[in-house]
């Protein structure tokens, strides 16, 4: 998926596109209601629990990037702006990039909580290999999607950031 982020700069404004983002955020959130009941097997409800941890702090992550945003270009609602809204601070922007930098740190610890639990799929007989395929491959097929997700998000706050340091916007 190519991720398209537009960012401008005029006197005091920051403008993006975060239609990629929120596809990816909304199969993160639909995958999270249907994920698999735990198996029994702790490497693999291992991967299974640290998969959904990693897709919901991605959410997470994502819903406060978009709150930050909404604060720094001062967006109205119904055309009235909230005057009690205050934008946030360099510090607020750089406290969300290091949880985002967190969070995709530990998606390589993911990793090797997948190899453990192919490693305890293998090793299981053949009735309860086919039981704990379906949390393997769901955790598998989800690993991706929030990669991409905090790759995104860290993408779109390194590119914010920057500019507003350019401009001397904060």
């Known amino acids: 998926m190519i991720a398209i982020f537009s960012f401008s700069a005029n006197a005091q404004s920051v403008s993006a596109d975060f239609t990629s983002l929120d596809k990816l955020v909304e199969k993160l959130a639909k995958a999270c209601e249907k994920a698999p009941k735990p198996s029994g097997v702790a490497e693999v409800d291992a991967f299974l629990d640290g998969n959904v941890k990693a897709a919901l702090g991605a959410v997470a992550s994502a819903e406060q990037l978009h709150n ?71 955790s598998t097929d989800l690993m ?19 500019l507003l340091k350019s401009e001397n916007n904060l």
Do not use: C, F, H
């Open 68 to 138: 930050l945003y909404s604060r720094q270009i001062g967006e109205t609602k119904d055309g009235v702006q909230d005057v009690t809204v205050t934008k946030p601070t360099l510090e607020d922007w750089t406290n969300l990039a290091a949880t985002v930098a967190t969070q995709t740190a530990g998606m390589a610890e993911l990793g090797i909580a997948g190899k453990n639990a192919a490693e305890a799929v293998k090793g299981a007989d053949k009735m309860k290999a086919i039981k704990l395929a379906k949390p393997v491959k769901w």
């Open 144 to 162: 991706p999607i929030t990669g991409e997700a905090l790759a995104e998000e860290a993408k779109a706050i390194d590119q914010i950031i920057k």
